[in-house]
Antibody, heavy 122, light 107 residues
């Protein structure tokens, strides 16, 4: 089964951008869709978008559409989430999650990365 | 966007209790409903998918039911490891949305 490793914690200034990586190992990267979910401190889960690495097709939650870009490098088995124009409200833990192609119809996020903490601070 | 509403928001129970958590969708989502468990400082863990299917490796004391707009997650006999926060998630439409969570605490 695939395992996901994410890049390390980031501290960013308001107005800047952050790029988080998510590397897959132990499985076939092309057999998964990768979703990105964030969780602000003490809050619930919020979906940002997903990418199908084998096709390079992404779709986004409308509220993030203008600020988030998802990408994937099939050759290295790595997915990326780029979030621009950061505000204090973007302070959160950002997770990538793998959705097997076999259960993509139900978008079952059954393997998660450990999370990357992004802190926006002046 | 489809709104997912869980109840209760928090719940106190004892080891051995039977517990039910409810999730209601703002429109019909057929059986496109998943349940996750999250412990502090950890990523969520998939428990139930397609409303009723137990994810591999998840103990059989967890079960899911429902279709349309109303769904339940039941834990038949609470174990110490089950004290956590539980989220429902719909995959019927994008954006994928989650319930606000139900925090299950030890009484």
């Amino acid at each position: 089964q695939v395992q996901l490793v994410q890049s390390g914690a980031e501290v960013k200034k308001p107005g800047s951008s952050v790029k988080v990586s998510c590397s897959a190992s132990g499985g076939t990267f092309s057999s998964y869709t990768i979703s990105w979910v964030r969780q602000a401190p003490g809050q619930g889960l919020e979906w940002l978008g997903r990418i199908i690495p084998v096709l390079g097709i992404a779709n986004y939650a409308q509220r993030f559409q203008a600020r988030v870009t998802l990408a994937a490098d099939k050759s290295t088995g790595t997915a990326y989430m780029d979030l621009t124009s950061l505000t204090f409200e973007d302070t959160a833990t950002y997770y990538c999650a793998a959705v097997p192609a076999a259960t993509d119809y139900f978008h079952t996020m059954d393997v998660w990365g450990p999370g990357t903490t992004v802190t926006v601070s002046s | 966007d489809i709104q997912m509403t869980q109840s209760p928001s928090s719940l106190s129970a004892s080891v051995g209790d039977r517990v039910t958590i409810t999730c209601r969708a703002s429109q019909t989502i057929s059986n496109h409903l998943n349940w996750y468990q999250q412990k502090p400082g950890k990523a969520p863990k998939l428990l139930i998918y397609a409303a009723v299917s137990l994810q591999s490796g998840v103990p059989s004391r967890f079960s899911g039911s429902g279709s349309g707009t109303d769904f339940t997650l039941t834990i038949s006999s609470l174990q110490p490891a089950d004290f956590a926060t539980y989220y429902c998630q719909q995959s019927y439409n994008t954006p994928i949305t989650f319930g606000q969570g139900t925090r299950l605490e030890i009484k």
